[in-house]
């Protein structure tokens, strides 16, 4: 099985064991790390799988049970590596700044960073997202991840913008899977959604020294900075994008899940050593006025499970009621005192 184990000290890396089963080799992958997802991790390995993703790296940071036990089909056939990760991690009172020293300091940095010089080689892009992230594919002409990825092969990196989602309204946690469970979301031009997650061309030797963004040791083709670029080719700049857009694909990031979940991500903390307040609850929830279904979508469509009716039925209404995720949000317009 592909199972790994490490720890990680200032100025060494001990590996102690294994490698997977399955081939090696692949055009795109995932790296992610997590602590105590056990119940959502299997849920995630298997709709990326359905994407076609060659591989999915997995670092384990000292969950109270080890989440391999909720993976053994995937480590079995090769397509999951499993890495028991230890490191050491600074937490941050301010929020999240794309600074390599201090994200090296977190246990995130020094996963992405190992995941990058083992593994790089192996795959022409990688990307980087979290277990409470999913990415979607809208555009209709794709048959996998690859085919997406493969129209940016000129380019360092592509950026795909976040969906951020609410807690639809559960205070416990729901028994039914994530993509079914929440489907509240922010709309996708609201400023929350500005922000990215990064696929990397490993060509351009990259190195992700934020959650985000990635720094490039390579020179472009073309002899321009190597740069990430969003769906439409266009170069991403420093900090947040006044602009996002979504017509390829998106990351639906859940960020809170039910209120229940969200008060075990508070004391367990970010990977990125940044913890979200619990004020960011309510707020998501009260900018989570629109309805997105890409995820459910995106399932059904590669990997061939349907939406559950009721589920169905909540969709047809909120569409009926002109709550569309994929609509642009609408401002308040101020009242004309001369028509008052």
Not at 172 to 199: G, I, L, M, W
Not at 202 to 220: D, E, G, I, L
Not at 230 to 258: C, L, P
Request: aromatic share 12%; glycine share 8%.
């Amino acid at each position: 099985m592909g199972i790994l184990s490490l720890l990680v000290c200032p100025a060494a890396v001990a590996a102690a064991a294994a490698s997977g089963s399955g081939s090696d080799a692949g055009y795109s992958a995932l790296c992610a790390v997590g602590r105590n997802e056990n119940r959502y991790v299997r849920e995630w390995v298997d709709y990326h799988k359905c994407l076609g993703f060659s591989r999915i790296y997995l670092y384990d940071h000292g969950s109270s049970v080890p989440m391999s036990s909720e993976l053994g089909p995937h480590l079995d056939s090769g397509f999951l590596h499993y890495v028991n990760f230890s490191a050491a991690h600074r937490k941050f009172q301010e929020g999240y700044t794309s600074d390599l020293e201090r994200f090296m300091s977190t246990v995130q940095g020094q996963a992405y960073k190992h995941c990058m010089e083992q593994w790089g080689s192996r795959h022409t892009f990688i990307g980087f997202i979290d277990l409470d992230e999913f990415l979607v594919l809208y555009d209709p002409g794709l048959s996998s991840v690859n085919d997406l990825l493969r129209d940016y092969e000129q380019f360092p990196g592509l950026s795909i913008y976040w969906v951020l989602l609410g807690s639809s309204g559960h205070v416990a946690r729901p028994k039914a899977p994530v993509v079914e469970s929440y489907t509240a979301c922010t709309p996708h031009d609201h400023k929350f959604n500005t922000q990215f997650k990064t696929f990397v061309n490993t060509r351009f030797k990259p190195t992700m020294y934020s959650p985000h963004r990635a720094v490039f040791n390579a020179t472009s083709p073309d002899n321009l900075e190597p740069y990430m670029v969003n769906e439409h080719r266009q170069r991403i700049a420093r900090g947040r994008n006044k602009n996002s857009t979504h017509e390829r694909g998106a990351v639906f990031h859940y960020v809170t899940k039910s209120f229940e979940d969200f008060s075990e991500k508070m004391n367990r903390g970010g990977g990125a050593g940044v913890t979200r307040p619990k004020y960011y609850f309510t707020l998501m929830d009260r900018y989570s006025k629109a309805t997105c279904d890409g995820a459910l979508a995106t399932r059904s469509r590669f990997c061939g499970v349907p939406v559950p009716a009721e589920v169905q039925a909540k969709l047809d209404d909120a569409a009926a009621k002109g709550k569309t995720g994929r609509g642009r949000a609408v401002a308040k317009k101020k009242a004309n005192p001369a028509l008052s």
